[in-house]
């Protein structure tokens, strides 16, 4: 059973959302089998998530059943799910209720306001070790997927139970999205350490989602920079919350005011504060910065998670796991990703990774072994925790408006220069829909010429 459900005491609760309903460990093992008949054989089927109790039990029921799902956002822009639904011919789709009449399709089981639904295509055949297929974070309508195998998610649960000390007593406030790596993070190392899940797909700005917190007795938090941006604005440091245990964060770097007003706060309030790092490729965590290192190691993620390891390669091409040093950061672990997949026939690819991961960022290690991200090697940035690949935003602006285009930026605002003149409302728009960043991360700056060689490619000015 996914995660060793199964062993958990069945009267606990293992899951609470906005609707106030709940679920045991007992009625979510139960739940398991019927959805398992239905599909009766491994296939691919689509999720599209929310963050309720129907969307939970078809995830915990798809890997316990060996079926292989790709997890969507149930808002998935029309055209990027038109896109992975015509290459990747899922043969299931469980989704909420209310987008029927929108998708269509044969409902041959439905439960707890989900549907599961019958296609008609021909699921692609799987390979044995794939479990799960995750979008690559912020992706704008390319069909590139992370490829997770049993034993990622396994021993990325287990790491991040043994590294944030989780027990059944926890209460984790889960408002990070079912379709991003660290949701799935989150719930899969609570349902590891027989925790209860609280579910919300609120606001942090609603009203309701504080008093859920509050009656639900919520231990923990789990954050992205721009949830943190929010809590402040909120006065969050200023709340009376003896509930509350512990707050976390990943999905980016957070400012290093942030990070420093939140240490305080943690330290003055007998609270941990734990700041993490991760990416898809590596089922989300990979390196966390011990909660008594929080005030003196500002903006550090800190060490491997248990079960890790971290290096350096050097510019020499040395690599070194040790004392101080600058290079790309690569990691070792169980939790590696097998691979990624931008073809149904790459489904039935195995390890590509081989436990390795060279994760394109740039860090500094301190002599106590610590880690800072310090830049980027790859064309990408990541924005609030959205994953933003420069080349892929350029391509489509320029198919999109007919101009010359080029993208830079930092991890708080992407700035896209072009061509064409009176546009740049338009080319917000555009891209706001298509990555789901805020308006204010994006600058459209309107330029003469781009600068380009011969080969075409863009000649950068220092």
């Known amino acids: 059973m996914f995660l060793g459900i199964d062993r958990i005491e069945p009267s606990c609760i293992a899951a609470i959302d906005d609707s106030r309903r709940r679920i045991t460990y007992g009625e979510m093992v139960d739940f398991t089998k019927p959805f398992g008949e239905v599909l009766h054989k491994r296939t691919l089927i689509f999720i599209l998530a929310e963050n309720s109790i129907g969307s939970l039990l078809g995830y915990v029921a798809a890997l316990s059943n060996r079926i292989v799902p790709l997890v969507l956002s149930a808002k998935t822009e029309t055209g990027l799910y038109q896109n992975l639904y015509d290459l990747y011919s899922p043969e299931y789709l469980w989704m909420p209720k209310s987008k029927l009449g929108e998708l269509g399709g044969n409902i041959v089981f439905e439960s707890w306001d989900y549907v599961l639904v019958k296609t008609g295509l021909r699921s692609p055949p799987l390979h044995d070790e794939l479990s799960l297929l995750l979008p ?13 195998s049993y034993r990622n998610i396994e021993a990325n649960a287990e790491n991040v139970k043994n590294l944030f000390g989780l027990t059944s007593d926890e209460r984790a406030m889960a408002i990070l999205p079912m379709h991003y790596t660290m949701g799935l ?12 899940l609280i579910l919300s797909g609120r606001s942090l700005l609603d009203a309701d989602f504080w008093k859920m917190l509050k009656e639900e007795r919520a231990t923990s938090f789990t954050g992205v920079p721009y949830s943190y941006e929010l809590l402040m604005k ?7 919350l003896p509930d509350l245990k512990m707050i976390t964060q990943g999905g980016g770097k957070l400012t290093p005011e942030m990070f420093s007003a939140l ?9 941990k504060f734990i700041a993490t790092y991760g990416q898809s490729e590596c089922t989300a965590r990979m390196a966390y910065l011990p909660p008594e290192l929080a005030s003196a190691k500002i903006c550090s993620i800190g060490i491997a998670e248990p079960g ?3 290096s350096l390669i050097e510019d020499d091409g040395r690599e070194t796991f040790e004392g101080e040093g600058t290079g790309e950061m690569v990691y070792r672990g169980e939790n590696v ?6 073809c149904p026939e790459d489904l039935m690819k195995g390890d590509e990774n081989l436990g390795v ?5 740039l860090a500094r290690r301190d002599a106590d072994g610590c880690y800072y991200i310090v830049g980027r090697l790859k064309r990408f940035l990541k924005i609030f925790g959205l994953r933003i690949g420069l080349d892929e935003v350029e391509n489509l602006v320029k198919a999109q408006f007919n101009t010359d285009c080029l993208c830079s930026g930092t991890d708080e605002l992407l700035t896209v220069n072009v061509t064409a003149k009176g546009i740049k409302g338009d080319v917000v728009n555009f891209i706001e829909g298509k990555t789901h960043l805020f308006r204010k991360c994006i600058e459209v700056v309107e330029v003469e010429s781009i600068a380009r060689n011969e080969a075409g490619k863009v000649i950068l000015h220092k």
């Open 136 to 148: 690559t974070s912020g992706s704008t309508g390319s069909p590139k997927l992370v490829r997770h």
């Open 185 to 196: 993070s989150v719930i899969a190392s609570h349902l590891k350490a027989g925790a209860t």
């Open 234 to 240: 909120l006065r969050f440091t200023r709340m009376k």
């Open 263 to 271: 240490a305080k706060y943690a330290e003055d309030n007998g609270k």
């Open 308 to 310: 890790g390891k971290l």
């Open 337 to 342: 990703t097998l691979g990624y997949a931008t």
């Open 357 to 361: 991961m060279h994760t394109g960022d």
